[in-house]
């Protein structure tokens, strides 16, 4: 007899392999989050996420549903992401995978790229060449000395 506090919880999806709803349990889900980690672990050809769970006929929409409610496979996304990640930096380090593809998304894949994307970004906004020349009106000789100065001891700073 089962424990009358044990709940089971059920969930379905659309198996876009044989497109009939599927019901899933928890256990299922964790099953799924061990897959998911191995496969990122062991697959020497796991480049992408999508990879995974569309092999398997899951949408994008489920599997990420599934991410953000359910504590086991977050924490396996999470961890496939980073080996995803460190797979594809060293492929590209290597120049076994193409470097601009790679470098482009590491964002997605690593907190770190993501965090120097966005350091690199407000850098670019605060000095953005687009911006033009800066103008300095100077009304006097004298004046323009005294700026010359400014700038010299600021770029000593």
Do not use: C
């Not at 687009?130 to 700038?151: F, W």
Request: hydrophobic residues 35%; charged residues 35%; without cysteine.
């Amino acid at each position: 007899m089962a424990n009358e506090k044990t709940k089971y919880r059920f969930d379905e999806y659309l198996d876009m392999r044989t497109w009939k709803k599927t019901p899933v349990t928890d256990a299922w889900k964790d099953k799924l989050a061990e897959e998911l980690y191995n496969w990122a672990k062991d697959d020497p050809e796991a480049f992408k996420m999508t990879q995974f769970y569309l092999h398997r006929g899951i949408s994008s929409t489920d599997f990420m549903r599934w991410v953000e409610t359910h504590e086991k496979l977050k924490i396996a996304h999470d961890a496939a992401l980073q080996m995803i990640g460190d797979r594809r930096e060293i492929g590209a380090a290597k120049n076994k995978l193409n470097t601009a593809i790679v470098l482009s998304s590491m964002p997605r894949y690593d907190k770190g790229w993501k965090e120097l994307s966005e350091w690199r970004a407000a850098l670019k906004a605060q000095h953005d060449p687009e911006q033009g020349p800066t103008i300095v009106v100077v009304d006097s000789l004298e004046a323009l000395e005294e700026q010359k100065k400014t700038i010299k001891k600021s770029k000593k700073n």
